[in-house]
């Protein structure tokens, strides 16, 4: 196993940090503090292929594999945690599904517009009753010759104030409700299609996070992803590809808030000297510094499964369970390094500390990636 980033990587690396620096940097605080998307910064994105990380290159993409893609969000991430939030949704779970279940024609038609950022993808799963339990989707998308007549309510969509392109999930068979969850792609200019009020969230503010209605809308049936019932196949397929985007940043918000307690550690004086030097801070960094580390080789160990094309369920769940952790620890951590600074908004940390929370949340809380690790590993030994 070779511990060292390839040259290709490296470079990867380099050139996302740059632009995250150089574009994110300066008005990450802002966007944050006024929930804003910042459309400029989208534009400038476009022509560099980050709406296309992962689409083949015959479609317009980048055609990046899996840790190239991880390192850009991660990169991301670290400046800004709700750009790469929408980064990584529309790759993972917008245009990934078209990727891997797409016919050619749906390809030909979605993915260049996907893949030049034309439009943002969302993926639109999660309704009041149905987030954990994802066979519980209550929309429904009734066939009448020729067409799916879709209706229903999606909440707490990722870039859903901004999509373009929204993989609905709905019941395609009402006498079995869940077992006939299809995927159909709608786009916004589509008659009953609309959006609802943007979340006052605790972090990611400048994602606009929002409900999606949909009132009798009407799509061809050549919109529909897969077959009829393969809903629940796509999307938790999809979730796997997603949780190595919310693993990788997760991994970039950690680092962020460890970079800052470790600049802030060197220069805040108590007692006349740093308080880098007082011994418990020192753990802190060293357990900051060491989970870290842990969690960017268990992501790693995922994104090299996924490229060598072999089944990395498993390996997702647990980089995501992990990462996720490491990076709510890892900002309590620097917010209490910086103290009352810490609770200031005028610090980054603050932002980083409420960021992190929602990464343990979506695309699969916690909880569900425990019983989806449990799963892998019993499968294994029997």
Not at 21 to 42: K, M, Q, Y
Not at 233 to 257: E, F, W
């Amino acid at each position: 196993m070779d511990f060292n980033p390839c040259m290709k990587h490296k470079a990867v690396r380099k050139s996302v940090r740059k632009f995250a620096e150089t574009e994110l940097g300066p008005i990450a605080h802002d966007i944050d503090r006024d929930s804003r998307f910042p459309w400029e910064i989208i534009e400038k994105m476009r022509p560099l292929n980050y709406f296309g990380l992962q689409v083949p290159k015959e479609y317009g993409g980048a055609e990046l594999d899996c840790t190239s893609y991880a390192i850009t969000i991660e990169e991301l991430s670290r400046v800004c945690a709700a750009i790469g939030l929408c980064i990584t949704v529309h790759n993972s779970v917008g245009a990934y599904p078209i990727v891997r279940f797409g016919t050619p024609e749906q390809k030909k038609r979605f993915l260049p517009r996907l893949a030049s950022g034309e439009q943002i993808g969302a993926f639109c799963l999660t309704e009041a009753n149905a987030g954990s339990d994802a066979g519980a989707v209550e929309t429904t998308a009734i066939y009448d010759n020729g067409q799916y007549v879709i209706n229903g309510t999606k909440v707490f969509v990722t870039n859903g104030g901004v999509c373009g392109l929204a993989l609905i999930f709905a019941v395609t068979n009402t006498d079995t409700q869940g077992a006939g969850a299809s995927v159909l792609m709608v786009e916004k200019d589509t008659p009953g299609f609309s959006v609802g009020e943007l979340e006052d969230l605790c972090g990611m503010r400048a994602n606009p996070v929002s409900s999606l209605f949909l009132e009798d809308v009407r799509v061809p049936e050549d919109n529909m992803l897969g077959r009829p019932g393969d809903g629940l196949k796509i999307g938790l397929n999809a979730l796997d590809t997603g949780r190595i985007g919310i693993a990788a940043q997760a991994l970039g918000i950690a680092q962020a808030a460890f970079e800052a307690a470790v600049k802030y550690s060197k220069e805040r004086q108590q007692f006349k000297k740093p308080i880098a030097s007082f011994q418990t801070i020192q753990n802190y960094l060293a357990d900051m510094a060491t989970e870290i580390d842990a969690a960017r080789l268990l992501l790693y160990r995922a994104c090299a499964i996924n490229d060598a094309g072999q089944p990395f369920g498993t390996e997702a769940a647990m980089a995501k369970l992990y990462c996720s952790t490491v990076a709510s620890r890892v900002t309590n951590l620097a917010l209490q390094i910086h103290g009352g600074y810490g609770y200031s908004k005028e610090y980054d940390v603050e932002r980083y500390f409420r960021d992190a929370k929602i990464t343990e949340i979506y695309e699969g809380t916690s909880e569900v990636q425990r019983l989806v690790i449990a799963r892998g590993v019993l499968s294994q030994l029997t």
